[in-house]
């Protein structure tokens, strides 16, 4: 299984920016989906999640009402729509996959995991 990141880049605050992950080697409809971020120093965080039917879908406080992920099983490709970008988003973006049922909020529940994507968010 490949996951491939794109979408990241410089952003002013109160920007928008979408990130894309696509999934190859294996069926994509059989993973949930998930978003991490990481600052470096810091661990991985939690962003959003969502189950392999886009029926159920997580984000953290942090980010409710700002970001959105959804997918596109025809596609292969989970989205991350930034809006309202703040400098603390700045970070790297990780898309991973996790076989589960139900999305998990922890990172050792997924097993795929992108190479990642750098947004930053600066004036």
């Known amino acids: 299984v490949q996951l491939v990141e794109s979408g990241g880049g410089l952003v002013q605050p109160g920007g928008s920016l979408r990130l894309s992950c696509t999934l190859s080697?294996?069926?994509?409809?059989?993973?949930?989906m998930g978003w991490f971020r990481q600052v470096l120093g810091q661990e991985r965080e939690f962003v959003a999640g969502i189950n392999w039917s886009g029926s159920r879908a997580y984000h953290q406080d942090g980010v409710k009402g700002r970001f959105t992920i959804s997918r596109d099983n025809a596609k292969n490709t989970v989205y991350l729509q930034l809006n309202s970008l703040k400098p603390d988003d700045t970070a790297v973006y990780f898309c991973?996959?996790?076989?589960?049922?139900?999305?998990?909020?922890?990172?050792?529940?997924?097993?795929?995991w992108g190479q990642g994507t750098l947004v930053t968010v600066s004036s």
């Open positions: 991973a996959a996790s076989p589960l049922s139900r999305v998990p909020f922890d990172s050792d529940s997924y097993l795929y």
């Open positions: 080697g294996n069926t994509f409809s059989s993973y949930c």
